[in-house]
């Protein structure tokens, strides 16, 4: 793939190809887009056939990028507000130049009265903001407290850091032929037999990178599946089984998977015995795992748990993806472990047509955290929660979230005291848990700096200035899957328009770092940025990347026997023992088990039989939605059209029996909290669970305080408790909890205050 990427048109109009940060689906996406632009008007949007991975094939979001683009409710210029108008919609424009004038002085102020420390950055989503949350805060700031406000850090950190300690390798992906031009017809490529998509809705998250709709291309071209998640979605009913488990009792499961392989003598011999550590003591661990056993724990059928397990181990290859339900489970870590269990030992990993993995540290993704380099060790340690949750504060090199709200509620170990909000409109959350406590302890900050497209119900809380940000087709930057984890494409985004006076998330890191910290910016502009990251990776400046539209780069198979895992060039994985471990040895030195076991969720009809007879539903969140990402996308009118509410489905015998018909609006509410959400009643969720949507707020309602776009009234995150997280400090029970559900009469019958 080699072309022009700026055409000018005999109309006037431009179009330039690029490639989407975020939609459709998850981030970072990377596909392939055409964007044709008349005078300062995106007038068209297109796939891009030409684009190796997507093929000219786009989600709505991006069908509805002008609509966003162009927003009228979009803030175009910097704004600043009075620290007692908070709340308030009470904002002056102002120019940037005048609000680096405020900031400034301020950061170094902090920095000097009460340490570096003092000060945090709050990452989300943003249109990069996720690759530069961390220069943000240690290189530009100059703080070590960067973090990610999950609740146990619970969306792909924890699968990155269970890879990391068990596989030493990055991140784990199906092999969808991604790294050749030619696809699925590239000779080295294998058509995989089976494809476990476990906890994952692919289609409509496209998650991390990957592309969704690969998972069709490869059934239609033979592949098998299995669909392992307590809802049938789309997918599921094309799939040869469902297994239509309990919300959080995967890791019995995957154990259960286990015992059938192994007692079966089903699993890969040669490479068990040669790169696998601590097999023995796993096939003791699951003989406590019989079937039957584990039919009674997680509702799947015994004969379809044996019938499963039979099908992964002696498809040829079979390749296996995990989802987000590794990462909101407090026993996450032990499912994973088990997971990668499962690929290892039915011979899949690194294989063609198996389950691809990444070396342990890539492009871009190294870059942004080694900019730590910038910070004294002493300045380092005093990152929250570092000395008290090692696994994750070491792999993830942010603060541990939930250890965070703590501190902003005792002000222990120390006060923060000023918070830049990076794209983070966590009050209407992902994954962070109870909100509602989190609203209360950051009003406890004395300074805050929001970087955003819209107006947020976040901004609009704690907001002292707000800083506008760009979006994807308003900016130069640079796109690579997994974060550069495992790079199957890396693509340029090219700036093809400007609306209003925003700026990139790397330009704002670029600017604020020239100001703070000059020896770690030393960069022309963002294409000389993103040249000095590339050449020594890839031979290529920024625009070679642009001419060449996507980079692929090709895949070595079996890398663990060639020595291209380990930084010694030895043969193996980059683990303590050299191995795949099946028994991990720094899960033990954590303190943990070893070995992958079941833990019931914190919250149970078998851990709390008396609170589950209060509250008698399970309770899952979390799935994405193809019309938003998040919380964002609300203002967008198709968008809502599609799905203009906020949603829990129910099974029919389920509504019956609570007199809710289809359409009701419905009370969900438990120990925690409570939230507002129209009933959907199908017979794809279990009688026992009912499944709600998150991310709701409603930019057409109060923006001000008390209402904040009306946040609290279908916040489903409330009813999550914070810290109810995993030994070692990954997962939140996000899709296990427990509530129950009553009928409204309407939305506005009932009021939820916080
Ligand atoms: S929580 Fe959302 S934004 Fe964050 S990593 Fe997960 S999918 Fe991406």
């Not at 290189?139 to 850090?153: D, E, F, Q, R």
């Not at 967008?636 to 059209?641: D, N, P």
């Amino acid at each position: 793939m080699s072309k022009e990427w700026k055409t000018e048109n005999e109309d006037g109009s431009v179009t330039v190809r690029t490639c989407a940060w975020s939609p459709p689906g998850d981030h970072p996406v990377g596909y392939g887009m055409k964007l044709t632009v008349k005078g300062d008007k995106l007038i068209k949007v297109e796939g891009d056939e030409e684009h190796p991975i997507s093929q000219g094939r786009l989600c709505v979001r991006n069908l509805t990028l002008a609509d966003y683009v162009h927003h009228p409710s979009r803030i175009l210029t910097p704004m600043k507000r009075k620290p007692e108008d908070r709340g308030k919609d009470k904002w002056t424009k102002i120019s940037w130049d005048e609000a680096w004038d405020i900031i400034v002085p301020k950061i170094k102020e902090y920095k000097e009265k009460h340490g570096a420390e003092s000060i945090i950055v709050f990452g989300g989503t943003g249109r990069q903001a996720c690759l530069y949350y961390y220069p943000l805060g240690f290189a530009s700031i100059g703080t070590p407290n960067v973090c990610y406000p999950l609740s146990g850090w619970s969306c792909y950190g924890p699968r990155c850091s269970i890879t990391d300690y068990v596989l030493g390798a990055g991140y784990p992906e199906i092999d969808y032929a991604g790294f050749y031009e030619d696809r699925y017809d590239d000779p080295r490529f294998t058509m995989p037999e089976l494809i476990v998509e476990w906890g994952k809705m692919a289609l409509y998250s496209n998650p991390d990178g990957f592309f969704g709709h690969a998972l069709i291309d490869m059934m239609k071209r033979g592949a098998k599946m299995i669909h392992i998640d307590p809802r049938i979605t789309w997918l599921g009913t094309r799939c040869e089984e469902v297994c239509q488990l309990r919300p959080g009792t995967d890791s019995a499961l995957g154990l259960g998977f286990l015992n059938v392989i192994i007692n079966e003598e089903l699993y890969d011999k040669d490479f068990v015995e040669n790169w696998t550590y601590g097999f023995d003591e796993l096939k003791e661990r699951v003989q406590e795992y019989p079937p039957s056993k584990v039919a009674d724990i997680t509702w799947v059928p015994e004969d379809q748990i044996i019938r499963c397990a039979r099908m992964m181990a002696t498809a040829k290859p079979c390749s296996i993806q995990w989802g987000l339900a590794t990462d909101e489970n407090p026993n996450g870590v032990q499912m994973g472990h088990a997971i990668l269990s499962l690929m290892a030992v039915t011979g899949n990993l690194d294989v063609p047509g198996g389950v691809t993995i990444g070396p342990p540290a890539a492009l871009l993704g190294k870059w942004r955290v080694e900019t730590r380099s910038n910070l004294s060790d002493e300045l380092w340690e005093k990152r929250i929660g570092a000395a008290e949750w090692p696994a994750l504060s070491t792999a993830m090199a942010t603060t541990h979230p939930d250890e965070t709200l703590d501190t902003l509620e005792s002000g222990k170990p120390y006060k923060l005291r000023m918070g830049w909000f990076n794209s983070s409109n966590f009050i209407t959350p992902t994954c962070s848990a109870q909100p509602d406590r989190w609203y209360h302890a950051l009003k406890s900050l004395e300074f805050n700096v929001v970087q955003d497209v819209f107006m947020t119900p976040t901004a609009m809380a704690f907001g002292d200035i707000f800083l506008p940000v760009s979006t994807f087709a308003e900016q130069d930057g640079v796109v690579v899957t997994h974060f550069g984890r495992n790079a199957v494409t890396l693509g340029p985004i090219n700036e093809a328009l400007r609306v209003g006076d925003t700026k990139s998330d790397i330009e704002v890191c670029i600017e604020l770092g020239k100001k703070m910290h000059p020896e770690m910016w030393d960069y022309d502009d963002v294409p000389d940025f993103f040249t000095k990251q590339l050449e020594p990776e890839l031979g290529v400046d920024f625009d070679g990347l642009r001419e060449m539209g996507a980079f692929q780069p090709d895949y070595i198979y079996k890398k663990y026997e060639k020595g291209l895992l380990r930084g010694d060039g030895e043969p193996g994985f980059n683990t303590v023992t050299g191995m795949v471990e099946l028994s991990s040895t720094l899960f033990e030195a954590w303190g943990d088990d070893a070995l992958p076991y079941f833990k019931e969720p914190p919250y149970s009809p078998v851990s709390t039989p008396e609170l589950f007879s209060e509250y008698p539903l399970i309770l899952t969140t979390g799935a994405r939605k193809v019309t938003s990402f998040h919380s964002e996308h609300r203002q967008i009118a198709v968008l809502r059209e599609i799905d203009p509410d906020p949603e829990v489905e129910l099974h029919p015998d389920t509504a019956a029996a609570l007199g809710i018909n289809h359409g009701d609006w419905v009370l969900l509410e438990n120990m925690f909290g409570k939230a507002k959400l129209r009933a959907k009643v199908t017979p794809t969720i279990h009688p026992k669970v009912v499944h709600a949507t998150h991310g709701w707020w409603f930019p057409e309602k109060d923006a001000e305080e008390p209402s904040l776009y009306g946040v609290w009234q279908s916040n489903i995150n409330t009813l999550v408790p914070h810290k109810h997280i995993g030994k070692l400090g990954f997962g939140c029970p996000m899709k296990q909890m427990i509530c129950k559900a009553s009928r409204l009469d309407s939305f506005d019958s009932y009021n939820i205050e916080v």
